[in-house]
């Protein structure tokens, strides 16, 4: 066995603290148990617990994955923000199917979320970008999200131009800045169980949502 092996095997796993759930008293809707979640989780103290994966398919089928913040979540879906020019963007366009993955360690659970994504309106798109920080304005202004960087003082010139921009006028919008809704048709919880014994409940939505309890 080699060492890192070794090491890795060390490492202790499973090391939150579940709050008591009991499955059986859940809500017909998953987004209303998901909130319930999440501001358990806030009220805990989590760090980022806005923080997911999202994961989608590359024009060649190959899947692929990356951390953003969740921006809000209703009963219409879960909704994130990003330019429709990233490769997450592009990636959306060519196949508007994606899953978030939610997992806050301290209390042992995780979410998955799965199903098709659309686009906001471009008003309600504009009115996110309006609500990010300045620096953050600037960058996605840049437009250059996953392009070659040959030096890193280009970022500084480049957003600085932008910052510029904004400063002269508040109300500047990237025009490709895009709110996205994950309409959900599958949403599973899990909440883990030291002795392997996890306990996940999933929604499936087929006209209405149906819950059942899934081996660990």
Known sequence: MSDLRTRLRAVPTLTGTPPDWDPARTPDAPHDLFVDWLLTTIDAGVAEPCAATLSTVRPDGRPNARVLILKDVTADGWQFASTSTSRKGEELTTSPYAALTF??????????????????????????????????????????????????????????????????????????????????????????????????????????????????
Do not use: C, M
Not at 180 to 199: G, N
């Open 103 to 216: 997992y806050w360690i301290p209390l042992a659970r995780q979410v998955r979320v799965s199903g098709r994504v659309a686009p906001a309106s471009p008003e309600d798109s504009a009115r996110d970008f309006l609500l990010r920080p300045v620096a953050a304005r600037a960058e996605a202004l840049v437009g250059r999200q996953s392009a070659v960087l040959a030096d890193r003082s280009d970022i500084d010139a480049a957003v600085k131009e932008q910052q510029d921009r904004i400063a002269l006028d508040p109300d500047l919008v990237a025009p490709n800045w895009t709110l996205y809704t994950l309409h959900a048709d599958e949403v599973e919880f899990w909440q883990a169980d030291p002795d392997r014994r996890h306990v996940r409940l999933r929604y499936t939505l087929d006209d209405t949502w149906t819950k059942e309890l899934l081996w660990p």
